[in-house]
């Protein structure tokens, strides 16, 4: 069970101090934070774990009482009043909108100075590797991600996401390295991630221009692979859109 409780402080107008804060910083996270740090609701939020892993949403941030005021803009045609303000209409931000309306939030607002993925999602390289972690929040979240892009956006959205699982292999090139993958296959098989550990010949064989000289073992996911970004943002914006989401760019 997690619990968080956010006290009032002031009221302000998150148009305009978005619009200065985008005038100041290059940063979308630096944004993010100060809008969050600026804007403290009075609300509390509940989200509890059932025992078939779907996740409840028990909170009163729906409540008219606690919503942001906005300036009206007719220009943008923005809202008069809104629960959550989402700074950024990258890969992140369409995530963290989707995924606040999948739980059941309600008048999510997401700003975009400019375009979706016009920040540094279009040049991001897009891997998607589930090996390589020993926490299981972590590699839980690996999981998710692949499913996520791979099925259920595809399936909820009709958009693909560019995903393509032409495989992953990280390479062991000293003895101390190998023993710590040798742990992290060890752990990630556990939480359901099918690792091979690879001979060096093996990894030429999958890899031909690879130099093996060096290597000791090669650690292998068959349906790791690699997304288009700039395709996900997309289906994560249909998929928060679908669910209401107001998306908004050039404010």
Same mark, same amino acid.
């Given at each position: 069970m997690w619990k968080h409780t956010l006290n009032p402080s002031y009221r302000f107008n998150a148009i305009s101090h978005y619009r200065s804060l985008c005038k100041k910083s290059t940063?979308?996270?630096?944004?993010a934070n100060r809008l969050l740090f600026k804007y403290r609701a009075s609300s509390t939020r509940t989200i509890?774990?059932?025992n078939n892993n779907n996740n409840t949403i028990n909170n009163d941030v729906n409540n008219d009482k606690h919503k942001i005021n906005l300036?009206?803009?007719s220009k943008n045609n923005l809202p008069s009043k809104v629960n959550v303000i989402v700074a950024g209409g990258g890969i992140i931000g369409?995530?963290?909108?989707?995924?606040?309306?999948?739980?059941?939030?309600?008048?999510?607002l997401l700003l975009e100075r400019d375009k979706l993925t016009s920040g540094t999602t279009w040049h991001a390289a897009g891997l998607i590797n589930t090996f390589g972690s020993l926490s299981g929040t972590s590699t839980s979240m690996r999981m998710y991600?692949? !499913?996520?892009?791979?099925?259920?956006l595809p399936k909820e959205t009709g958009m693909e996401t560019g995903f393509k699982p032409i495989g992953f292999i990280?390479?062991?090139?000293d003895a101390?390295?190998?023993?710590?993958?040798r742990r992290i296959a060890s752990f990630n098989r556990f939480c359901g991630v099918n690792v091979? !550990?690879?001979?060096?010949?093996?990894?030429q064989t999958k890899f031909p221009l690879l130099d093996t000289t060096n290597v000791l073992a090669g650690f292998y996911v068959e349906d790791d692979g690699r997304v288009n970004p700039h395709d996900v943002t997309m289906a994560l914006a249909k998929g928060a859109r679908d669910r209401g989401v107001m998306i908004r760019e050039g404010v």
């Open positions: 940063s979308r996270s630096s944004i509890s774990s059932s300036k009206k803009n369409t995530s963290v909108a989707y995924h606040l309306a999948k739980l059941g939030v309600e008048d999510v991600t692949k !499913e996520l892009y791979s099925k259920i990280e390479l062991a090139c101390h390295r190998l023993e710590y993958y091979i !550990e690879l001979t060096p010949q093996d990894v």
